[in-house]
């Protein structure tokens, strides 16, 4: 035992210390064997009365265990008696002036000194699993009129797991929080959704973010996609940002002091995501490192009476590319090149409603988000007319191209949820000049309708099942997606 | 141009926008109950906000914007805690960018933190539903728990507003005497009630049990949170005769039809309970709010031969 092994030690030890002591006394120093007679008794001695101290404290800690047993069983029936309103306000009165401190300290120090892992981050995962059927093959995906990104288009066909994402946060220290999200992408490589830290105490409503992030423009972009109400993302956040707009670099926030809540936003990015493509490095001789993309955005919202609830928001993204490469269906991987700036302006309204607020029983959610864009500069493709084959360079000027979805999702009874969502997005025509490139938009207004319906399992879990008629490419196409939610560990944040 | 557009807009917005600059010391409170009882320590010196009404699911509250500017400029917040608000506050207090009310700071009350709360699960997985780590949350229901947090609430709001110290122990005092002359003349009143089993829709009332000597015999959620199948509720009714229930007990924010459903098929009694300040039109204040909970749980008792 161990407790017996360090009592042999420590008898040892104070031996050799005292036996330099007892030579040095004059008297009974003698004889040798009486000394080690001595000895031995003192060590007897020494033992027994450190056996004694141990069975004491044995004894004393049982006896604790069982004084801690009965109070515990006694506050589970104490509490029934009346007085213990009284006995409480006593203790509560007996504490010193700042309440929460000593209250908080009181119920938790036990916990805190027994686990070494007190001050790990909040740790939240997310899985998210699709399978999808299509009468038309995903990888052939293209809105026409635009040039795309990679990441949009649909779910591939059958069963796969979406994104499975990890997320870490936790305050830094009394002046930042810091939040960490790890995405596990299908193919299996693994990409740094965020990473930002955020200061806690600045003054007059200000916030920063630093670091990766999702841009704070438009409704759902700032979202994660798992907490979208529809399976994928509506065909402008396709073809506007590639799905979602997240980017490097500093964004400040200021919430207006009034009630109506009102708050500004500005982005100094890197230019890393489409529609940029990381100008900082391509014309690093150009602008020595400088931000390749800005936004700003104004977010507004109330209340409408106890019942209901609205937020509405003008954004702003201004980017700009060099030689950024997009794949033309069909053509040569990255064929398609576009050098200059792309001016985004979105709109967006949401608006809540559920009988007398109480969302735990039926409610409706409405919410669209309207995009306009100018792109304009240079465009690089094998397909110009007549240049078939060569890479030909020519101005490019897409005039206003514009973007819209409306949706509506009703909860008809609790766990249950039915939705409708129109899409659609229009770039206009170029003329004979692009024809045949993947900026030729034929005239077309490229639409998509869906209707979704899903079950949770309780907040935490959920399944859908979404069908999509895509009619951005020239046939369209039937779309039936099953997915699956959940999110396991801290409690997430649901953002309005 | 678009800079001009974007401009124009927000100036548009900002014109729209109130301002407002009160005097008082503004308090943002998650519930009614504390609404109420801080509008009665607070007096004047207090402009109190309520984040949700009597008739919302306190688990379920979206985090709606203007929770968020309300929480930017509170000077103090007003809670339960226990996670009862972990769905919803939390995103709410990082949106706000007021350092003031962060949990830790002198501005972040949590009634929670000042008594003992009950229930503390043994084991903590989600598999057995909506579970709070600290125990159960709902502890307004007991009026010896109004009590104490009433006396560390006044101290806090003197803490946070010095200059009317005085009047927030003035007003804890009479408060304090008036609740302590219903919670006995309730007692009296109530003395029937003891050892009277019920069914409630969800764990809201074991505070209220253990004040009134009450049993909750059975719950109509099999687990938190999770609403019954209708082979659960087949079972439950199967069982109800032998757990000698006398009364079936929701809130009002709840759906009554499942406690209704239970109520018809068994022939007892379904009493629909305030839960909170506002839940009925006799709960208005905290003081009114135990008088009618208890008006209620009498008239439920003695319509089934109590």
């Known amino acids: 035992m161990a407790i017996s092994v360090h009592t042999q030690r420590l008898a040892a030890t104070s031996l050799l210390v005292a036996l330099p002591l007892m030579f040095n006394s004059p008297a009974k120093a003698d004889d040798l064997a009486d000394v080690r007679k001595d000895m031995q008794a003192m060590q007897r001695q020494y033992q027994a009365s450190l056996q004694k101290i141990q069975t004491d404290y044995e004894a004393k800690i049982k006896a604790m265990e069982k004084r801690l047993e009965a109070a515990e069983s006694k506050t589970a029936i104490a509490t029934t008696k009346a007085d213990d309103a009284q006995k409480a306000v006593a203790v509560v009165q007996a504490a010193p002036a700042p309440v929460v401190q000593t209250a908080a300290a009181s119920q938790d120090t036990g916990n805190v000194q027994a686990n070494a892992g007190a001050f790990n981050p909040a740790i939240g995962v997310v899985l998210d699993g699709k399978a999808m059927a299509s009468g038309r093959n995903p990888n052939n995906y293209r809105i026409r009129g635009f040039a795309l990104g990679d990441q949009a288009k649909p779910p591939p066909r059958g069963p796969s797991i979406g994104e499975s994402e990890i997320n870490l946060q936790a305050n830094v220290d009394q002046a930042l929080f810091a939040n960490l999200t790890v995405a596990f992408e299908n193919d299996n490589s693994v990409s740094i959704e965020e990473a930002f830290i955020q200061p806690t105490a600045l003054p007059w409503g200000l916030t920063a973010k630093v670091g990766r992030f999702f841009s704070g423009i438009g409704y759902m972009n700032e979202q994660h996609a798992h907490t979208w109400d529809f399976a994928d993302a509506p065909l402008p956040y396709m073809a506007f940002l590639n799905g979602q707009y997240g980017d490097d670099g500093v964004q400040m926030r200021w919430l207006a002091p009034t009630n109506r809540f009102l708050e500004f936003g500005v982005e100094a990015l890197r230019g890393a995501s489409f529609p940029a493509n990381g100008i900082s490095e391509a014309l690093a001789s150009n602008h020595n490192g400088g931000a390749g993309a800005w936004s700003a955005f104004v977010h507004t919202g109330d209340d409408i009476g106890d019942s209901a609830s609205y937020s509405t928001g003008l954004s702003y993204l201004g980017t700009r590319s060099s030689n950024r490469a997009t794949n033309p269906v069909g053509g040569t991987a990255g064929s398609d090149q576009f050098s200059g700036s792309d001016h985004t302006l979105i709109a967006d309204a949401i608006y809540k409603w559920a009988p007398n607020g109480n969302f735990a029983q039926t409610y409706l959610k409405l919410q669209s988000e309207f995009f306009v864009r100018k792109e304009s500069g240079s465009f690089t493709s094998l397909n110009f007319p007549g240049a078939t084959g060569t890479a030909t360079t020519k101005p490019f000027n897409g005039g206003l191209q514009t973007g819209f979805y409306a949706q509506a999702v009703y909860q008809f009874i609790p766990f249950w949820r039915a939705g409708i969502r129109y899409d659609q997005v229009h770039a206009p025509s170029l003329g004979s000049t692009f024809a045949g490139t993947t900026l030729d938009s034929q005239n077309s207004t490229p639409s998509r309708y869906s209707a979704m319906i899903d079950y949770t399992t309780s907040e935490f879990g959920r399944f859908r099942l979404q069908y999509n008629r895509d009619q951005a490419r020239t046939a369209s196409d039937n779309q039936f997606i099953l997915q699956y939610t959940v999110s396991i560990g801290a409690h997430g944040a649901h953002q309005y | ?306």
């Open chain 2, 1 to 306: 141009m678009y800079r001009s557009i974007i401009a124009i807009a927000a100036l548009g917005i900002v014109s729209l926008a109130t301002t407002q600059a009160e005097a008082a010391l503004n308090v943002f409170t998650c519930e009614p109950e504390w609404a109420a009882l801080t509008t009665v320590l607070g007096g004047s010196d207090v402009d109190v906000f309520t984040a949700t009404t009597a008739l919302q699911d306190p688990h379920q509250i979206q985090a709606r914007p203007a929770l968020i500017s309300r929480l930017r400029n509170a000077d103090i917040v007003v809670c339960t805690g226990a996670e009862l608000e972990v769905g919803w506050m939390p995103v709410l207090l990082r949106q706000s960018s007021n350092a003031k009310v962060q949990p830790g700071a002198p501005g972040y009350f949590e009634a929670s933190q000042q008594v003992t709360l009950l229930e503390k699960p043994e084991r903590l997985d989600r598999a057995d539903g909506d579970v709070h780590p600290a125990g159960n949350p709902h502890l307004q229901t007991d009026p010896r728990n109004m009590r104490i947090i009433a006396q560390a609430l006044a101290k806090r709001l003197a803490v946070v507003d010095p200059a009317h110290a005085d009047g927030y122990a003035q007003r804890e005092q009479a408060f304090d005497a008036r609740l302590g002359q219903t919670i006995e003349q309730l007692q009296t009143q109530a003395a029937s009630l003891k050892g009277v089993k019920f069914v409630s829709y969800h764990k809201s009332w074991i505070y209220l049990a253990n004040w009134l000597g009450m049993i909750e015999a059975a719950n109509i959620e099999p687990k938190p949170g999770v609403p019954p199948g209708s082979a659960y509720i087949a079972d439950l009714l199967g069982r109800i005769p032998a757990l000698q229930a006398r009364m079936i007990v929701y809130a009002a924010y709840e759906d009554p039809k499942p406690s209704q459903f239970i109520a018809d098929k068994s022939g007892l009694p379904a009493v629909m309970l305030p839960f909170t300040v506002g839940g009925t039109d006799g709960a208005k204040d905290i003081i009114s709010f135990y008088e009618d909970t208890v008006k209620r749980l009498l008239a439920a008792a003695g319509g089934k031969g109590g």
